[in-house]
Nanobody, 122 residues
């Protein structure tokens, strides 16, 4: 299983980013893929997850500005972040786990990418 994130960078507050997660080594039909983030000095927190049939779950604090989507043909999962705020500065991680019905707890996900850094300037 391999997960590779991309799309991070430096962006001004109010801007948007689309993060990408390229996944390989497993059948997406059997897995759930999620996005997490970890800000400096803080614990890693869940943002959203998507299952093979398109069902999604968002953390309550992440509803509204974050949108997860997938492209099965390209083996990609995306995270659109709109109206970025300085508090969104973090390393964003893509994670995967075998099965469905999971929430957004880090211990539920077995496979992790290396992360992509997002810095939001005010």
């Amino acid at each position: 299983v391999q997960l590779v994130e991309s799309g991070g960078g430096l962006v001004q507050a109010g801007g948007s980013l689309r993060l990408s997660c390229a996944h390989s080594g497993f059948r997406f039909d059997d897995y759930t893929i999620a996005w997490f983030r970890q800000a400096p000095g803080k614990e890693r927190e869940g943002i959203s997850r998507i299952e093979n049939d398109g069902r999604t779950l968002y953390a309550d604090s992440m509803k509204g500005r974050f949108t997860i989507s997938s492209d099965h043909a390209k083996s990609m999962v995306y995270l659109q972040i709109d109206n970025l705020e300085p508090e969104d500065t973090a390393v964003y991680y893509c994670a995967a786990t075998d099965g469905f019905g999971y929430r957004l707890e880090t211990y539920q996900y077995d496979y992790w990418g290396q992360g992509t850094q997002v810095v939001v300037s005010s």
